[in-house]
């Protein structure tokens, strides 16, 4: 279960940050932690510092200028948020995610001031949420700790599939493209904005509509054929 897992820290802002969360990670037995735009050149000293006796863990430590690069190859991505916003993105609790069907899964965390806009969670297929009093936010290192705690304090917990027919983060993240390519070819809407909603939407829809591959084949042959 520990070796599928991957931890991303999305445009983190604090090297000492960076480096607790690592740290916490290597106490619970994570290795895979990844950063996307971090504010700081990584690796860097403050960073390292922090991360105590895992300074092997932070030099491997890998950095992507976007989330789709960063989970290129996951299977699922789970979004952690203080709150649901307004997406319709299904919730998960952390027995549940020991149980997906996925090779690879990455646990996404937003920046320490802003947590994750909406067009970053639309990326996951699920929300992780840790309950605080009045929807209160978590420092990043604290909320990564408690994720790895309760990842591992179960790891027992049966690889049996919950959700065996749901589409995989690439063939979700590949169809979006491939419609956004073919609404852009025939302009769609040449106003940036509406375009990102678009897809958000798009994301959303599909995330939440229980579509599986069989009827994923079967839209792209009616889209090839209506554009032909």
Known sequence: MKKKIQFLLNKPQLSENIGMSIRSLGCFGFEDINLINPKKVWPNDKGIRASKHFESIAKKVKTFSSIPKAIAKSNMVIATSVRRRDLQIPLINFEDIEKLEAKK?????????????????????????IPTQKNKSLNLSHSITIVAYMLSRSASVSEEAIFPKGLKSEEIEKFISYLMHLLENRRFTTIKAKAENLELSLRSFIKTSNIDQKMLKTAYGIIKFLTK
Request: zero cysteines; proline letters at 0%; a negative charge.
């Open 105 to 129: 899964i990455s646990i996404l965390f937003g920046q320490e001031n802003n947590g994750l806009s909406n067009k970053e969670i639309s990326y996951a297929n699920y929300i992780l949420t």
